[in-house]
Structures are given as C-alpha cells and as structure tokens.
C-alpha cells in the first residue's frame, strides 16, 4: 500500500532551521502532478506551504516565501522542506500530500514547534 512517511519535526527557537522529510513507500509517487506540504495550526484549517507541480514548478505560499525551499531527489520519491528563519507562527503539523490520477495520499504529520 503506498504509504508517505514524514519525519524532521521538533523544538526550535524562533530564527532558528528545521528540515523536514517525506519518504515514499509501498510504491512510486513519481508520477503524482503534484507533491507538497501543508500544515495545520490548532483551529486553523489545513494550508499548502509549499509544492511541486507538474512541469516542475514551485509554489510557495506567501507567509514562507524567500524562508522555505522544497525540494526533491532524482527519483522523485523523496521530499525535504528546508525550513529557515523560522517564526512562532510556523508552529503547526506539517503533511506531505501527493496527488495524482488515482490518489490523493496524506502522510501522518510531523509536529513542528517554534518557541520565541
């Protein structure tokens, strides 16, 4: 069964760096149009932070543009999300999500904290 694995949350002080990792297993994600991460705050609804998209372009939401950069290897079955310059409003769980024609698959969430 394919499966995502996100692992890298933790503590971190305000301005400090976290990278986050997504993992593919039980079968290939490189065919998904689209694989990124998304996180969700306490009350908030679920937010993209930041994915790949078909052709390989990037989207960023504008409250981690210019601080965060995803990226992928070759295989397109591993995900990081290099997180920099982190704010007490980036705590939250961070999910990975693929989506292609036949899934939409959503990782376990890794919890990330950021004190002041």
């Known amino acids: 069964q394919l499966q995502l694995v996100e692992s890298g949350g933790g503590l971190v002080q305000a301005g400090g760096s976290l990278r986050l990792s997504c993992t593919a297993s039980?079968?290939?994600?490189?065919?998904?149009?689209?694989v990124g991460w998304y996180r969700q705050a306490p009350g908030n609804q679920r937010e993209l932070v930041a994915r790949?998209?078909?052709?390989?372009?990037?989207d960023y939401s504008d409250a981690v543009r210019g601080r965060f950069t995803i990226s992928r290897n070759k295989a397109f079955d591993h995900y990081w999300l290099q997180m920099n310059d982190l704010k007490t409003e980036d705590t939250a769980v961070y999910y990975c999500?693929?989506?292609?024609?036949?899934?939409?698959?959503w990782g376990q969430g890794t919890q990330v904290t950021v004190s002041s």
């Open positions: 790949f998209v078909t052709g390989g372009g990037k």
């Open positions: 039980g079968g290939s994600i490189g065919s998904a149009r689209a």
């Open positions: 999500n693929a989506v292609s024609t036949y899934y939409n698959i």
